[in-house]
T-cell receptor, first 108, second 112 residues
């Protein structure tokens, strides 16, 4: 299957700090999705991106579809404790392929 | 807000037993997916349905796994016999346009 590399693997930040994470692949994708997953629950869709260069926001979250179509970025501004979780990217060819996740811990 | 429903939420079984998971997608969503997520990893596709037809089951271990969506609405994923390595979270997702997916809460399976 396709390999999507997410970085960083984990982050420990202070409440109020901004967060940046990214997802890269050797393949060109048509769609990028970003999800957040909390322990014991299913992933929750945060942002969907459909065009190269597209920049989309959802509250304090902003994601971008990379120009090369091989990468995507997610930023969280002014982090709060409830942002804690694992963030997954997913890129679509004929099916969706998921990254290995970025674990975010927010220290109050 | 419409959600994907899954049951049971948790299942403990002994190896060699049969288990079944149920999924009810968001109303009107023609595409349904079953994923397996091993702890510490991202979800991996097992099978994709478009209405009642299988679109992709290339990663479904067909010697022990089966999936059906007889009326094109809800779906069942079965494992028989279960093996220790099947312990994982089984996630169902649905989509209206095949470009966005919404996940259910998952079924956590533990095989002893």
């Amino acid at each position: 299957g396709q390999q999507l590399n997410q970085s960083p693997q984990s982050m420990f930040i202070q409440e109020g700090e901004d967060v940046s994470m990214n997802c890269t692949s050797s393949s060109i994708f048509n769609t990028w999705l970003w999800y957040k997953q909390e322990p014991g629950e299913g992933p929750v869709l945060l942002i969907a991106l459909y065009k190269a260069g597209e920049l989309t926001s959802n509250g304090r979250l902003t994601a971008q579809f990379g120009i090369t179509r091989k990468d995507s970025f997610l930023n969280i501004s002014a982090s709060i404790p409830s942002d804690v979780g694992i963030y997954f990217c997913a890129g679509q060819l004929t099916q969706f392929y998921f990254g290995t996740g970025t674990s975010l811990t927010v220290i109050p | 807000e419409a959600e994907v429903a899954q049951s049971p939420r948790y299942k403990i079984t002994e190896k060699s037993q049969a288990v079944a998971f149920w999924c009810d997608p968001i109303s009107g969503h023609a595409t349904l997916y079953w994923y397996r997520q091993i702890l510490g990893q991202g979800p991996e596709l097992l099978v994709q349905f478009q209405d009642e037809s299988v679109v992709d089951d290339s990663q479904l271990p067909k010697d022990r796994f089966s999936a059906e969506r007889l009326k094109g609405v809800d779906s069942t994923l079965k494992i028989q016999p279960a093996e220790l390595g099947d312990s994982a979270m089984y996630l169902c997702a649905s989509s209206q346009n095949s470009r966005t997916q919404y996940f259910g809460p998952g079924t956590r399976l533990l095989v002893l």
